[in-house]
């Protein structure tokens, strides 16, 4: 293999692209067990390639600085087979040096177009919009500076069970962004059905016609009424054998021995197990590959399937094959109630007692049925300083706060809500950096980096000693204060900016929590929905919660990320997103954690929930999310087998069957009547975006 099959870098010089591509001078080698295939390359310029394991890829050697002064690493693509693949570029500032990674998919049988943004690598983002057949480009790893680059590397990240093929342009670096790709090649057709399916599987609960779609959901509609809880689940679903004083009209929560516990409005104990994004929530991100499309709902009758996509920049487009499928159903007109009182019919039937994150809580809150409301923090007038993170403070920053908190004034005396996630996992809390590191990186001036100076100055007595403390000749509480930092920041500096976000963090927490008790004193503050267990930095300013919420991908919540948790805040804790997925199902992911197939899944969900209910630091956990998500993917390009229901509204047996055997024991199972399900099943290598 030559060097040129790797990269290249296009130069622009008088307005005027070169024809020719020069490549870059160094050293080319394989990674892992690469191969290159023969064949006829449907890609003009392409070449076939198969990997059979992680990590098989390729890795280029050259000059520093080559690429400072290019725009784009990009390349065609076109991914064969049925699984998703993940992939990822990483620049390297020398042998061990910082690693910048950059991470996407690809939909399977539809050629897409690499766009890697190289100023990318001021960790200013990370995720990037999705591009057709491109699925979820985000970055990770660490900031570097492209004058110092030297080696970049491509290869799979992620794979499911089969050898990852595909085609591929040279990866170029060139001067200027390349053009969007908006005629993609479809090898094998259409890759959606009309009911929104996988047209490249075949899997047994598919739905084959209209009428067997229309027939099951009918039938759904016309039994949701008649759903109710067990006799053992009071009207808000707690537990009737165990009541924890009178009730205060509105959940709480309450510690008995070690044993914390949520408390239903009447004063009976309530664990709560809930799922995320009910809502119709099955859209396909079209825009650029409507041709992948068998069916486009036709206007006016679906015209409340075809939407902008969310999340998405202007002109992109969404179709919901789960609300077209619905309109077949149940007629244009009053669907969207028919579809809530399904839903929550469908609820009931499997003993959940809580309306998750993401939801259309509106619907949960007329029927009375337990339900969280989502928030998101925007700071109009404040601004950010980092990727999400507010200017905290910036002279406007309360009254956005206030603002903020203005959104509960029309659940605050609600029963049935049970409380408010403040956000959920910050991008800032993704980053390798600390909040106030990537605030002198990436902002210019503002408040927050104003008060840093000031907090400096408290430490060190002049520029003189902010220089020798830092092991950073210049340093100057000017250049804290204002001008975007260069070069690397020392082991000393950053033990300063360490203890500055735990103030960022600790004033950013407080005031938009007691923004939200002022307008709503009654309802639980169920935070931010981290990623794991928080850095000690992070920590303070989370004390002005009521629950702590963590999003847990593993497969069981661990003891002793609760336990810390409880010792370092006085909480409890909730699940706010966990789920299993398989391949069984046509979708080309499993979802974050992957199990063999369907049965397997379902008791994978029993072990976590029985497990998590059985923890005295857990008060909850709910499933992300109620239905699978698109095989065309969805605004980001997730395509995950995720759901209790697929697009169609076919639910999965297994998971049905798994959802009432644990629910119905529970309770007791929380109260240490009873052991955890432990029938524990293989679990896969994670397959997902």
């Not at 920049?313 to 579809?339: C, H």
């Amino acid at each position: 293999m030559k060097r040129r099959d790797f990269c290249t870098v296009t130069a622009v010089s008088a307005g005027c692209a070169l024809s020719a591509s020069a490549p870059v001078p160094g050293a080319f080698r394989k990674t892992g067990q690469l191969r290159e295939e023969s064949g006829a390359s449907p890609l003009p310029g392409g070449k076939w390639y198969a990997a059979d394991s992680i990590g098989d890829g390729m890795a280029y050697e050259f000059p520093a600085g080559a690429l400072a002064p290019l725009k784009c690493l990009t390349a065609d693509m076109l991914l064969t087979g049925r699984e998703l693949a993940v992939f990822q570029i990483t620049l390297r500032e020398g042998e061990g040096g910082r690693a910048f990674q950059f991470r996407f998919g690809g939909l399977n049988e539809c050629s897409f177009r690499v766009r890697m943004d190289l100023s990318l690598v001021d960790q200013r983002a990370w995720m990037v919009d999705r591009e057709g057949a491109f699925l979820k480009p985000t970055c990770g790893g660490d900031r570097v500076d492209l004058t110092k680059v030297d080696r970049m590397e491509f290869g799979v990240m992620r794979k499911g069970p089969s050898a990852v093929r595909w085609c591929m342009t040279e990866l170029s670096a060139v001067a200027t962004m390349p053009e969007k790709l908006d005629k993609p090649l479809l090898p094998k057709g259409p890759l959606l059905d009309e009911f929104g399916q996988s047209t490249l599987m075949n899997w047994s609960g598919k739905t084959k016609s209209a009428g067997e779609l229309k027939d099951r959901i009918r039938s759904q509609y016309e039994s949701a009424s008649k759903q109710r809880w067990p006799a053992s689940f009071t009207r808000w679903g707690g537990w009737k054998s165990k009541k924890l004083g009178d009730g205060t009209g509105f959940f709480r929560t309450e510690k008995t021995g070690n044993r914390w516990w949520l408390v239903d409005p009447d004063g009976y104990a309530f664990w709560s197990s809930g799922l995320d994004c009910v809502r119709v929530d099955c859209e396909a991100r079209v825009d650029g590959i409507e041709s992948a499309l068998k069916w486009m709902p036709e206007l006016p009758e679906f015209a409340d399937a075809v939407k902008t996509a969310r999340n998405g920049r202007a002109g992109s487009k969404a179709v919901n094959y789960l609300a077209a499928n619905m309109i077949r159903a149940l007629g244009r007109e009053g669907w969207q109630d028919k579809w809530a009182q399904t839903a929550l019919g469908e609820m009931k039937k499997l003993r959940f007692n809580t309306v998750g994150n993401w939801s259309e809580w509106e619907y949960a809150a007329k029927a009375r049925f337990p339900y969280t409301r989502p928030m998101s923090f925007r700071g109009a007038r404040s601004g950010m300083v980092y990727r999400d993170f507010p200017d905290v403070f910036h002279p406007e920053f309360e009254q956005d706060a206030a603002d903020f908190g203005a959104q509960l004034q029309d659940t605050a005396k609600d029963p049935a809500f049970l409380g408010y996630f403040l956000m959920n996992e910050p991008t800032w809390a993704f980053s390798s950096e600390l909040p106030a590191a990537g605030m002198v990186y990436n902002t210019e001036s503002c408040a927050t980096r104003g008060e840093l100076a000031k907090f400096l100055r408290t430490q060190y007595d002049g520029d003189a000693a902010l220089a020798a403390g830092w092991k950073t000749p210049g340093a100057t509480f000017e250049r804290v204060s204002r001008g975007k930092w260069q070069g690397v920041l020392t082991r000393e500096a950053l033990v300063d900016l360490k203890a500055f976000s735990l103030v960022m963090v600790e004033r950013y927490f407080q005031t938009i929590s007691e923004a939200c008790r002022k307008v709503d004193p009654y309802h639980l503050n169920l935070g931010m929905r981290w990623q794991g267990v928080p850095q000690d930095w992070a920590v303070p300013g989370m004390k002005f919660f009521d629950v702590f919420t963590l999003n847990c991908y593993q497969e069981k919540l661990p003891l002793a990320t609760a336990e810390k948790i409880d010792k370092l805040l006085d909480m409890p804790v909730m699940v706010g997103e966990w789920h299993f997925g398989a391949l069984d199902a046509g979708l080309p992911a499993s979802g974050i954690g992957h199990l063999k197939n369907q049965v397997d899944r379902a008791k994978a969900w029993r072990v976590y929930l029985e497990d998590a209910a059985a923890d005295p630091h857990c008060v909850g956990a709910h499933w992300f999310t109620i239905y699978d998500q698109s095989a065309l993917g969805r605004y980001d390009g997730e395509n995950y087998n995720i759901g209790f229901f697929d697009i169609c509204n076919r639910p999965y047996r297994e998971m049905g069957l798994g959802a009432v055997a644990s629910h119905e024991r529970m309770y007791e199972v929380a109260d240490g009547r009873v052991s955890p399900f432990a029938d524990a099943p293989v679990h896969l290598p994670k397959l997902f975006l």
